[in-house]
């Protein structure tokens, strides 16, 4: 009933006794245990498989401790290899910049902790990252575009392949050879499963780092991340750690050292367990679910749909808004009322230039069934029956003492 959260809800019974079985496995000692490593570097290479890396079984990648540490060693490593190319060219280093549309605030974190700049596109009438406004935010001190693959706000895609193909403009025009980051922490396991028509991965050879969540929709227990690169080159070696303390040499290039194995364990058992096949199956019912509940959400009457579910444009939600700004009550209203109820449906105002805009969304995941979401627009109903209620009662309360109040104004005197 928690439908705000992104993160896994429910595992198998095989995964939980998977993770208790791991509980003592630390995943960064892979000298003591070797197996928990050799199916983290498999699941590496899946991974590269699925997302079209052109060197599968050479493509660097690592687990970590969710998609904003991947994201911001996709960060990093952007951010070295801007700062070699310039150091090679003779040019200043000391202010670089990465451009983005709306972004999880890991981003906001990374440009702050790694002293770069964040030239953050504000939210257009669209809601979405255009081409034109990254080339207006671009410039040579530009470590990476940040694409986001599955937008927090809404749900929805942004157009990688649009972004990578203007960007391709700009080199031939200017020269700036400007790579892109895909956060893919949502839509990196739906996509290449129920839209894998879609262009947005190392497909596209601007495409040099990509960052995913294994416990979002990659279905594994909360505590995994993965961060990829198209190619070795893509990962500076100074970010590179060999370690040889723990019985071996190690080589090390997360922001974490120490963490539990249990969440890669569970990842690589659901990756064998389910297949393509198995995930396309998955994350197509929860598409199913989110278009059903995206209907009956409009045929409620008062909303607005600003994204319902389709998987070519975005993640298993829903989102909308009211749809007459002058409704008596809010979505605040309405997200409390559904709260009371046990649904956690999170309202919450756009970023800027679209922070007028309340929205409210539905994350799908694995778990919600068409029966529960029957359960849900029943609870919708009786929530907008009652702020409808109350709105006519407040409003007859509002007539009342607005009489009164002219009655005493005309008793007063003048003064």
């Not at 079984?57 to 969710?66: A, E, K, L, W």
Request: hydrophobic share 40%.
């Amino acid at each position: 009933m928690n439908l705000a959260t992104f993160c896994t809800t429910w595992n198998d019974p095989e995964v939980v006794q998977l993770m208790t079985e791991s509980l003592d496995k630390n995943v960064i000692d892979k000298d003591e245990y070797p197996q928990t490593a050799e199916l983290e570097a498999r699941c590496v290479r899946m991974l590269a498989d699925l997302f079209h890396s052109p060197f599968p079984t050479t493509t660097m990648g690592t687990s970590t401790t969710g998609s904003s540490e991947a994201a911001m060693l996709g960060g990093l490593a952007a951010k070295w290899r801007w700062k070699a190319r310039r150091e090679a060219a003779g040019e200043p280093t000391n202010a670089p910049n990465i451009v983005c549309g709306p972004v999880q605030v890991c981003w906001e974190k990374f440009a702050r902790y790694f002293d770069v700049e964040i030239r953050q596109a504000p939210m257009n009438a669209d809601y979405l990252l255009t081409p034109q406004q990254v080339l207006d935010a671009c410039d040579e001190n530009t470590i990476a575009v940040v694409v986001t693959f599955g937008q927090t706000f809404t749900g929805r895609f942004e157009d990688v392949a649009a972004i990578s193909a203007a960007l391709d403009d700009l080199q031939e025009r200017t020269g700036l050879d400007i790579p892109i980051h895909v956060d893919a922490a949502s839509g990196g396991f739906v996509a290449p499963f129920c839209a894998p028509e879609i262009i947005w991965d190392f497909r596209l050879p601007r495409v040099k780092s990509i960052n995913v969540s294994g416990h979002k929709t990659g279905l594994a227990p909360v505590g995994v991340g993965w961060a990829l690169w198209r190619e070795a080159s893509d990962l500076p070696q100074e970010l590179v750690f060999n370690v040889n303390y723990l019985g071996g040499q190690m080589p090390s290039f997360t922001l974490n050292f120490s963490r539990p194995g249990g969440p890669v364990v569970a990842s690589y058992y659901n990756f064998v367990r389910l297949g393509l096949e198995g995930y396309r199956k998955v994350q197509g019912a929860n598409y199913a679910v989110a278009q059903y509940l995206a209907k009956g959400i409009r045929d409620l009457g008062p909303f607005e749909l600003l994204f319902g579910g389709d998987p070519h444009e975005g993640i298993p939600a829903v989102t909308w808004k009211l749809a007459d700004p002058a409704s008596p009550f809010s979505l605040f209203d309405l997200a409390d009322e559904l709260r009371m109820t046990g649904w956690l449906v999170p309202a919450y105002t756009l970023p800027p230039d679209q922070q007028h805009v309340t929205v409210q969304r539905i994350i799908v995941r694995h778990g919600l069934s068409v029966d529960m979401a029957d359960l849900l627009l029943n609870d919708f109903r009786s929530a907008l029956k009652k702020l409808e209620r109350r709105s006519r009662s407040v409003a007859g309360d509002d007539a009342g003492r607005s009489g009164f109040n002219h009655d005493a104004e005309a008793a007063v005197p003048a003064v």
